[in-house]
């Protein structure tokens, strides 16, 4: 078998033996410094770690014995391979490291239009080292962002990128094979426009948007504020707010749940886990994410958990008048944070952007959806149930029976990529923006010590 090697040769630190050879008199055998990469084997032959004169290399050779056992070319590291001589010991240098990036190897997988990936899900990293695999989502400026999630749009090409833990990196392109998911529609009267819900709507032979509604949807979309500041809050309630939630999460301080009732934190957060030999819960908060903000926008913090597998979030308010924390917003699987009073979710059929009252509660809505078709939504009404949108708009849209007010737009994948890709960007923007108000567990309850 061929052994690939990296030999690098220094002359520096050189050890010069006078070995006396019969009628050859002294000559010098100076060792080498050898560079192996990572994960290669290590060379067997002692002219690799030691410099001979070409006319005495099978003398040498054949009187020597190389030890390199004690290097492991698994793990980057500094070695010495010994080679003996007549009583006499050579040192040489071996250094194992690693310079080769990760290999990336596409999946042959198809997914459907709005399937939510990760790096993952399309390819395999092969390393001899950790690897951080991502999706790249790159922001107009080009900055990189990297993220653990994306949602597929047919034709859409996806950046994916490995780096492993000494800094070399890979980037491969891609374009997912998608195929859209049919359904068997139903055929009904095109002048219909309320359903009964999301799905009959989907099923049904609707009509696109009009090219005079789409510019306005679009001009509608292009106004809505999609990037929600993220506050600090007031700098005098911090450390008061830090000290209650400190308390919550060591479970010294109970919170108040929306009936009224009173919980420690492990009742809503434990975990089930399933045994061979049963189930059973477990409670462990340092895996989850913790930020410290003021969400809703009153000038004081709350306390936004984000628990892993699925993502849930629960947002904690403390009130100084009460002495108590109270969960003043949770919502369920695939969730995430935005600025104030803004909250990301679905997992990509649907997916949302909802905006929030100050009481906590979901005051209007926006969504994207790529699954059956391609459909985009809108508020339409407000809770008094009156049109907001102009005639054009309303008269284009589709309505939920006894919905929320939405209005649902059936749009061409041309269409939906462009209007879709307000909210792509803003939950991306959200995503590295949040991560200023980070706190990890320890941080929150070393407070104060």
């Given at each position: 078998m061929k052994v690939k090697t990296k030999i690098m040769v220094f002359l520096v630190n050189v050890l010069v033996l006078g070995i006396a050879l019969p009628g050859c008199g002294k000559i010098s055998v100076l060792p080498k410094e050898v560079q192996i990469e990572l994960g290669e084997e290590v060379p067997s032959n002692v002219s690799d770690y030691i410099y001979i004169e070409p006319h005495m290399l099978e003398t040498i050779q054949s009187n020597t014995e190389l030890d390199v056992?004690?290097?492991?070319?698994?793990?980057?590291?500094e070695y010495e391979a010994k080679i003996y001589y007549r009583g006499d010991v050579i040192i040489s240098k071996v250094s194992v490291s690693d310079t080769t990036p990760p290999e990336i190897l596409l999946k042959d997988t198809k997914f459907s239009a709005g399937d939510i990936v990760s790096a993952n899900d399309l390819a395999e990293v092969t390393d001899f080292s950790d690897v951080t695999f991502n999706i790249l989502y790159r922001y107009p400026d080009g900055e990189e962002l990297p993220v653990d999630l994306m949602h597929l749009v047919s034709g859409k090409m996806i950046e994916l990128k490995a780096v492993d833990e000494y800094g070399n990196e890979t980037i491969v392109k891609t374009v997912p094979i998608t195929y859209e998911l049919l359904c068997q529609e139903e055929k009904s009267d095109k002048n219909t426009r309320e359903y009964k819900d999301f799905f009959s709507l989907c099923d049904a032979d609707l009509e696109y948007i009009d090219d005079v509604a789409y510019e306005e949807l679009k001009e509608i979309l292009g106004q809505v504020e999609w990037y929600s500041e993220f506050e600090a809050g007031e700098k005098e309630e911090l450390e008061i707010c830090l000290q209650k939630y400190k308390e919550l999460l060591l479970m010294e301080r109970e919170y108040v749940t929306p009936n009224g009732q009173k919980a420690t934190l492990d009742s809503l957060i434990a975990r089930q886990i399933n045994e061979h030999d049963g189930s059973y819960f477990y409670y462990d908060m340092e895996t989850n994410f913790y930020y410290i903000y003021d969400f809703d926008g009153d000038g004081a913090q709350e306390l936004c958990v984000e628990v892993l597998a699925p993502v849930n979030i629960y947002v904690f308010k403390y009130d100084a008048q009460s002495d108590e924390v109270y969960l003043w917003y949770e919502t369920g699987h695939w969730s995430q944070l935005g600025g104030t009073r803004t909250v990301f979710g679905g997992d990509g059929r649907p997916e949302y952007m909802d905006i929030l009252n100050k009481y906590g509660e979901e005051e209007s809505t926006y969504m994207n959806y790529c699954g059956f078709k391609y459909i985009i939504a809108i508020p339409c009404k407000n809770v008094e149930g009156e049109i907001i949108v102009s005639d054009e708009i309303y008269e284009n849209s589709y309505q939920i029976i006894d919905g929320d007010g939405s209005g649902?737009?059936?749009?061409?994948?041309?269409?939906?990529?462009?209007?879709?890709?307000?909210?792509?960007?803003?939950?991306?923007?959200?995503?590295?923006e949040i991560k200023k108000y980070q706190y990890t567990y320890d941080e929150i309850i070393s407070n104060g010590n």
């Open positions: 056992s004690g290097i492991d070319s698994m793990t980057a590291g649902y737009f059936y749009v061409t994948e041309e269409q939906f990529q462009e209007l879709g890709q307000y909210m792509w960007d803003a939950r991306a923007w959200a995503e590295k």
